[in-house]
């Protein structure tokens, strides 16, 4: 039988304290930093949802209510977002060149032919839509591209037309 001196209780000693201490001080820093962590990227990400949904509006905006025509402008979404757009013209002739060089798919060269007697009806643009928020130092942006048509005749009745771009204040100076 064991027996224990009297003034000595039984316990956890100090250094036994110390050392829980410590594993639960880095054990939160360690949480806190991922907890941290995980915020910016639900802000981040949140940033660049709006910024696709503006790139979006805007976008789809582009051909509709009057022509599409090649040039620049720039303008405001909100206080946060603002955005570059240029609209270049591109000879669909080199789009159908792409499309009937030889790639092993048979049947790509004669939709690209077919369509070859469309091409003096047709513009061809190249739409690079630059959306930018932030401000500084972290300031961010996101590009966005498509291609829009519109018929070479602006009396045809299947020409495609353009809108406002701006879907908010616009300052439009096309060269």
Do not use: C
């Amino acid at each position: 039988m064991r027996k224990t001196l009297p003034g000595r209780a039984r316990g956890f000693t100090l250094i036994e304290m110390i050392a829980a201490f410590v594993i639960f001080a880095i054990a939160v820093g360690a949480l806190m930093q991922i907890l941290t962590m995980s915020m910016n990227n639900a802000r981040r990400s949140a940033d660049e949802t709006r910024a696709a949904l503006w790139a979006q509006t805007l976008l789809d905006n582009v051909g509709v209510g009057e022509r599409v025509e090649a040039g620049s402008s720039h303008g405001e979404f909100d206080r946060s977002y603002r955005w570059e757009l240029q609209i270049d013209q591109i000879d669909p002739e080199l789009v159908v060149a792409d499309a009937t060089e030889p790639s092993g798919n048979a049947a790509s060269a004669p939709a690209a032919a077919a369509g070859a007697g469309l091409l003096p009806q047709i513009d061809l643009f190249h739409v690079v839509l630059t959306v930018i928020w932030g401000d500084g130092s972290h300031e961010r942006q996101a590009q966005f591209s498509t291609l829009r048509t519109a018929t070479a005749d602006p009396n045809h009745s299947g020409s495609i037309s353009g809108a406002d771009l701006s879907g908010g204040r616009s300052n439009r100076g096309m060269s």
